[in-house]
């Protein structure tokens, strides 16, 4: 679990993603939490991830990759680009239950998945998102869904993005409330 937002002693917290900023001055991924071949469950909460900048495997401003759970929720996730793949803003690969809640993923770029790109989740619900101004010159400007079981999108605000807006590749449900 990776929380921002604390005072500078650690004694309190107030969810605000501007006090806690992960910024890869435009050389690199922001953050990558790994655990590829286990159940690991991984919260990211309350931070700025930010001016990641990289070319190969996807992902430029977060990646998860884990057969658990793992929530994002409460961030700003900006001006993260990927040069040759997917995943400007966020790469997420997770086997379990996926929550991608009250996020704010914009002016990130990418061949595709500009602004998100989630693959594999069992169950994926995405609520109470503002995802704006992304650009790619493929598909899924603002999202792009593959191989998630269950998808739930709620209260989303999607717009401005360039290249398909949302991409989704064999999702068995797809849920808009």
Same mark, same amino acid.
């Not at 658990?68 to 409460?74: L, S, T």
């Given at each position: 679990?990776?929380? #921002? #937002?604390?005072?500078?002693?650690?004694?309190?917290?107030?969810?605000?993603?501007?006090?806690?900023? @992960?910024?890869?001055?435009?050389? $690199?991924?922001?953050?990558? @939490? %790994?655990?590829?071949?286990?159940?690991?469950?991984?919260?990211?909460?309350?931070?700025?991830?930010?001016?990641?900048?990289?070319?190969?495997?996807?992902g430029?401003?977060?990646?998860?990759?884990?057969?658990?759970? !793992?929530?994002?929720? %409460?961030?700003?996730?900006?001006e %993260?680009?990927?040069? %040759?793949? !997917?995943?400007?803003?966020?790469?997420i690969?997770?086997?379990?239950?996926?929550?991608?809640?009250?996020?704010?993923?914009?002016y990130?770029?990418g061949?595709?998945? !500009? $602004?998100?790109?989630?693959?594999?989740?069992?169950?994926?619900?995405?609520?109470?998102?503002?995802?704006?101004?992304?650009?790619?010159?493929?598909? $899924?400007?603002?999202?792009?869904?593959?191989?998630?079981?269950?998808?739930?999108?709620?209260?989303?605000?999607?717009?401005?993005?360039?290249?398909?807006s949302?991409?989704?590749?064999?999702?068995?449900?797809?849920n808009?409330?």
């Open positions: 679990t990776i929380w #921002g #937002g604390y005072d500078t002693g650690c004694t309190s917290r107030v969810v605000d993603p501007t006090k806690t900023v @992960l910024d890869a001055g435009g050389s $690199g991924r922001v953050l990558v @939490l %790994n655990a590829p071949t286990v159940a690991a469950d991984f919260v990211v909460d309350g931070l700025t991830i930010q001016n990641g900048n990289v070319t190969g495997s996807q430029a401003g977060l990646v998860i990759r884990t057969n658990g759970n !793992a929530d994002v929720e %409460n961030n700003i996730i900006s %993260n680009v990927h040069n %040759n793949s !997917a995943g400007g803003g966020a790469a690969f997770a086997h379990g239950i996926v929550n991608i809640n009250v996020n704010i993923l914009s990130n770029s061949q595709s998945a !500009a $602004g998100l790109l989630v693959s594999f989740a069992e169950e994926l619900s995405l609520a109470g998102n503002i995802i704006t101004n992304n650009s790619s010159s493929g598909h $899924g400007g603002a999202l792009y869904m593959s191989e998630n079981r269950t998808i739930t999108l709620s209260n989303n605000t999607i717009s401005n993005n360039t290249g398909d949302i991409s989704i590749v064999h999702g068995e449900s797809l808009f409330i």
